[in-house]
């Protein structure tokens, strides 16, 4: 080991924290306005006890990654090395939110059932992500990049782009301005006068529009001075509490609806985790894997224990920031200032002076980014598949609309009719079906269709063999997890993929032949 001198702080971490912690400022924000106007929680459970534990988490994640830099920096005897960026996970945030906690809010009526869902679907997940740190390599190897990426990207697409795109053009002079902004400089290359973030220039013009609209009566977006003073005067010490119990009711009430998706988004974690340690190799920083992904693990279980329904996640960017200037401190520094501002209570000050629409076009440029990564990081010829793999999460995410708006009305798919529903061209049944596990069916789906598209038959007879026991226990395609009598939960869809299966064997024969006869 070397005897170099390590210095925690340079001249650059200054550019690195101002982007990284605007980066996860914003999607504080973010996540409370998800559970504040979503799921409707109470202000006491979610500056009390969710954003004191997402802090914590935060801060674990940040200072470790800042560690292992420093312990870098020693072994190598460099004065370069850069810190990977840690913070929630944006696809989670949305997912955990709007696919897993909505649902249950919607069924039940009670957002704090939802909280307690959402806990435990995080603490499967964080267990899937430890154990990753030691089987990603394998699961990595077995399955198509188009595959884990095009069911991301039906994620992308509903669950994360439309929201926001709806909400842009619900105030769509604050909105589409602050969109604007965004899109010049993240996808047009456009650098702001002093080399100000464009995601803080799109928040302050936006924030701007909105007050002015307010004093001057305009009509464009309305901002309330009334809400400032009683968030100042919320402003409070919340320290983190355990709440082993809330996780554990929501195991015992939801293990069936979670499982389905918890495991499956916790194998594309670590997956996500290895490109980003393998990004930061390529920049001349080699962690280690196990390491790396086994933190990310255990941060996202010591965060949901005391309360967060969000996962832990290593940033994809770590190259950026490292050009920058960033070393080890920035990432330090991040935690300890999201720390401070999740255990004072400033969040809720925040989205007081900050408009949500000024804020929401930075989630459709990550749903618009996660979504061209799928087609950008992909061999063209694999373009079907990743299209194939987006549209069971397309029919989760329409199912959820027509039974949060027959919700609404006091009504249900049942009680309306699936027939009357049909005869308008809503296929109620086929969506709930098709949406049923929809990560895992796009992950087989994706994985069918490139190794068909790649006449490799086998491993994808082996997928749809998978898809056949899935849905012989309900974990896709079925209303619940379980065993069930006969050829299962869905019998017709097993049979339907034992079907495929042997039609995809009997072509690999085909194909064999003709390479003989050749």
């Not at 619940?480 to 034992?498: F, R």
């Amino acid at each position: 080991m070397s005897t170099t001198k390590v210095s925690w702080w340079v001249p650059g971490d200054w550019n690195a924290l101002f982007g990284l912690g605007t980066n996860v400022l914003v999607n504080l924000l973010v996540l409370t306005v998800l559970l504040k106007f979503v799921i409707q929680l109470p202000d006491e459970v979610i500056f009390g006890r969710i954003l004191p534990a997402v802090g914590l988490m935060i801060f674990l994640g940040n200072m470790f990654y800042a560690y292992l830099a420093q312990k870098l920096a020693k072994k190598t005897g460099r004065n370069d090395v850069a810190a990977l960026p840690s913070g929630p996970s944006v696809p989670h945030m949305f997912f955990v939110v709007l696919a897993i906690m909505l649902p249950i809010k919607i069924q039940t009526g009670d957002p704090l059932l939802a909280w307690q869902a959402g806990l435990a679907w995080v603490f499967i997940e964080g267990i899937v992500l430890f154990a990753g740190a030691f089987v990603a390599p394998h699961v990595r190897r077995l399955t198509p990049r188009a595959a884990l990426l095009g069911t991301l990207a039906g994620i992308s697409i509903t669950f994360i782009s439309m929201r926001p795109a709806m909400e842009i053009f619900e105030s769509p002079v604050i909105g589409l301005v602050s969109l604007a902004i965004i899109l010049a400089s993240w996808f047009g290359g456009v650098r702001y006068p002093g080399k100000i973030p464009a995601g803080l220039i799109a928040i302050g013009v936006g924030t701007l529009l909105a007050w002015l609209s307010t004093w001057f009566d305009l009509g464009i977006g309305l901002m309330s001075v009334d809400s400032v003073t009683q968030s100042i005067g919320a402003i409070g010490f919340a320290l983190p509490a355990i709440s082993f119990g809330q996780v554990f009711d929501g195991l015992n009430q939801y293990w069936a609806f979670i499982l389905v998706t918890a495991i499956p988004f916790g194998v594309y974690d670590f997956i996500e985790a290895m490109d980003n340690v393998e990004s930061a190799a390529v920049a001349g920083d080699e962690y280690s894997e196990k390491q790396v992904i086994g933190a990310e693990g255990i941060i996202s279980l010591i965060g949901t224990l005391f309360g967060s329904p969000f996962a832990n996640a290593v940033y994809i960017g770590h190259p950026g920031w490292k050009e920058m200037g960033g070393r080890i401190g920035y990432s330090a520094v991040t935690g300890i200032f999201v720390l401070v501002v999740t255990w004072l209570g400033i969040v809720g000050l925040l989205l007081a002076v900050i408009p949500q629409v000024a804020i929401i076009p930075i989630l459709l440029y990550i749903g618009m980014l996660i979504g061209a990564q799928a087609f950008q990081s992909t061999p063209s010829k694999h373009a079907p598949a990743i299209i194939f793999a987006l549209i069971p999460n397309l029919a989760a995410w329409g199912k959820v609309l027509i039974d949060g708006a027959l919700g609404a009305a006091g009504t249900n798919a049942g009680a309306v009719g699936l027939d009357k529903l049909a005869n308008q061209g809503v296929l109620y049944r086929g969506l709930e079906v098709l949406g049923s596990g929809a990560i895992l069916v796009g992950l087989i789906f994706g994985a069918m269709a490139v190794f068909i598209i790649d006449r490799n038959y086998k491993p994808a007879a082996a997928f749809a063999l998978t898809a056949a026991v899935l849905s012989y226990f309900g974990f896709i395609h079925g209303p619940a997890v379980g065993i069930g009598s006969g050829l299962g939960i869905s019998p017709t869809i097993t049979i339907a993929y034992l079907a495929v299966a042997a039609i995809l064997f009997w072509c690999d024969g085909l194909e064999k032949s003709e390479a003989q006869a050749e």
